[in-house]
């Protein structure tokens, strides 16, 4: 008989702890139902694939964004980087806010989740569970999944076994304590009552280790809970009883057994760190709004931009009405020219027949004038030949007269 008055408990700092064990019990109850190999390879396989299908799709957009923006039309080849650029992150935006976004939280939150989250539930160690585990060892404790002889420097102790107590073996901790049905020795001399093997009416067995769910397994990486389980309650009560009357070491309340009978069963107080919540806030939610973020403020640029290029339309758009208010005032004064224009046509039209009927007669008149001048310098012409032919005609007579 060996009596255990204290021990020391040391962690190896190299390896990799977490203290959030409820954050990662379901995960460990997952690993329970589909085996430890089986639950990573759905668990990757189902974010390998949203990253995969975000990156084909990611890849598509980028795709279509350079055959347009930059290579494929002449468009694209005779513009700037500047003007490229704009154009590549107005084609991007027309996606959507939400597609978009949704599409970056595909990009980031698997892989994040799948080795920030999931992983250290895999490949680290409770600490907590560690440590119950550890103290029950002190308190006398083995592996039930793997009972093995122990060395201690050169001494090699004997291999143990799992045992249970026919008195005190339960499924919901222990049998409460009943003077009459117990044997008088059972707090003096408890292994006199112990039994070799594993408590045949247990409804906990583990399928693969064939004893029942303990604290005590000898892989505290996929603890599901830190809580002491049936099993766990029965061995220290059974290595030291109680004989004050009262056996049932945990008074739980009654809950609903899986026949819907009722059954009595363990309290487990267990203080909520929110380690695990604060974890995935750190490298998933704060991400998230980085991401927010960047695509908030390229859309603020964006705003920018368009503002500036709806302030030079609306100049262009004030010096055009200018310059169309301008012509369309020099179009009134060239119409009203136009109908002057038309008006003093018309009105010469109209007066045409008057003036030239009276140039008709102004020509009749001078005609007529210049008739009878004609005639009257005819008649003074010929009137002053006569009497000059007279003249001649008497001189002649004269001459004649005088020769003879």
Same mark, same amino acid.
């Given at each position: 008989?060996? /009596?255990?008055?204290?021990?020391?408990?040391?962690?190896?700092?190299?390896?990799?702890?977490?203290?959030?064990?409820?954050?990662?019990?379901?995960?460990?109850?997952?690993?329970?139902?589909?085996?430890?190999?089986?639950?990573?390879?759905?668990?990757?396989?189902?974010?390998?694939?949203?990253?995969?299908?975000?990156?084909?799709?990611?890849?598509?957009?980028?795709?279509?964004?350079?055959?347009?923006?930059?290579?494929?039309?002449?468009?694209?080849?005779?513009?700037?980087?500047?003007?490229?650029?704009?154009?590549?992150?107005?084609?991007?935006?027309?996606?959507?806010?939400?597609?978009?976004?949704?599409?970056?939280?595909?990009?980031?939150?698997?892989?994040?989740?799948?080795?920030?989250?999931?992983?250290?539930?895999?490949?680290?160690?409770?600490?907590?569970?560690?440590?119950?585990?550890?103290?029950?060892?002190?308190?006398?404790?083995?592996?039930?999944?793997?009972?093995?002889?122990?060395?201690?420097?050169?001494?090699?102790?004997?291999?143990?076994?799992?045992?249970?107590?026919?008195?005190?073996?339960?499924?919901?901790?222990?049998?409460?304590?009943?003077?009459?049905?117990?044997?008088?020795?059972?707090?003096?001399?408890?292994?006199?009552?112990?039994?070799?093997?594993?408590?045949?009416?247990?409804?906990?067995?583990?399928?693969?280790?064939?004893?029942?769910?303990?604290?005590?397994?000898?892989?505290?990486?996929?603890?599901?809970?830190?809580?002491?389980?049936?099993?766990?309650?029965?061995?220290?009560?059974?290595?030291?009883?109680?004989?004050?009357?009262?056996?049932?070491?945990?008074?739980?309340?009654?809950?609903?057994?899986?026949?819907?009978?009722?059954?009595?069963?363990?309290?487990?107080?267990?203080?909520?760190?929110?380690?695990?919540?604060?974890?995935?806030?750190?490298?998933?939610?704060?991400?998230?709004?980085?991401?927010?973020?960047?695509?908030?403020?390229?859309?603020?640029?964006?705003?920018?931009?368009?503002?500036?290029?709806?302030?030079?339309?609306?100049?262009?758009?004030?010096?055009?009405?200018?310059?169309?208010?301008?012509?369309?005032?020099?179009?009134?004064?060239?119409?009203?020219?136009?109908?002057?224009?038309?008006?003093?046509?018309?009105?010469?039209?109209?007066?045409?027949?008057?003036?030239? /009927?009276?140039?008709?007669?102004?020509?009749?008149?001078?005609?007529?004038?210049?008739?009878?001048?004609?005639?009257?310098?005819?008649?003074?012409?010929?009137?002053?030949?006569?009497?000059?032919?007279?003249?001649?005609?008497?001189?002649?007579?004269?001459?004649?007269?005088?020769?003879?």
């Amino acid at each position: 008989m060996i /009596e255990v008055f204290g021990g020391v408990i040391s962690f190896n700092v190299e390896k990799c702890w977490y203290l959030d064990t409820a954050f990662c019990g379901p995960l460990h109850s997952l690993k329970a139902k589909m085996g430890t190999n089986g639950a990573a390879a759905m668990i990757k396989g189902i974010a390998f694939g949203i990253f995969a299908l975000a990156l084909l799709v990611l890849f598509m957009l980028l795709a279509r964004v350079f055959k347009h923006q930059h290579c494929c039309d002449a468009e694209g080849k005779s513009r700037t980087w500047k003007t490229k650029a704009r154009g590549s992150a107005e084609e991007m935006s027309s996606f959507g806010v939400f597609p978009t976004l949704v599409l970056c939280i595909c990009l980031w939150v698997p892989i994040a989740l799948q080795n920030t989250i999931v992983a250290p539930c895999w490949e680290c160690f409770d600490f907590e569970a560690a440590a119950v585990h550890e103290i029950g060892h002190i308190l006398g404790l083995n592996h039930p999944d793997a009972i093995s002889p122990a060395t201690i420097g050169e001494v090699t102790f004997p291999t143990g076994s799992n045992v249970y107590s026919s008195y005190t073996a339960a499924n919901n901790g222990m049998k409460n304590y009943d003077s009459k049905g117990f044997p008088k020795d059972i707090c003096m001399e408890p292994w006199e009552h112990v039994t070799e093997g594993v408590y045949p009416a247990a409804d906990d067995k583990n399928a693969d280790t064939g004893v029942r769910q303990s604290i005590m397994y000898s892989l505290t990486e996929h603890n599901p809970k830190v809580c002491l389980t049936s099993d766990d309650i029965e061995a220290i009560y059974t290595i030291y009883p109680l004989c004050s009357g009262r056996a049932l070491p945990s008074s739980a309340g009654l809950k609903k057994g899986e026949a819907g009978n009722e059954r009595e069963g363990l309290e487990c107080y267990k203080t909520k760190l929110y380690i695990g919540a604060v974890r995935v806030l750190i490298y998933i939610f704060v991400p998230i709004l980085i991401l927010l973020f960047v695509q908030i403020l390229i859309l603020a640029c964006l705003k920018q931009h368009h503002d500036a290029v709806v302030d030079e339309l609306k100049d262009s758009r004030a010096d055009a009405m200018q310059v169309a208010q301008k012509h369309k005032n020099k179009s009134v004064d060239m119409e009203n020219r136009a109908v002057q224009i038309q008006d003093a046509l018309s009105k010469q039209i109209e007066t045409e027949d008057e003036r030239v /009927e009276e140039r008709a007669q102004e020509m009749a008149a001078q005609m007529i004038q210049a008739k009878m001048r004609g005639k009257m310098t005819r008649k003074q012409s010929a009137s002053r030949f006569g009497e000059e032919k007279a003249g001649k005609m008497a001189a002649a007579g004269q001459t004649r007269r005088g020769s003879v």
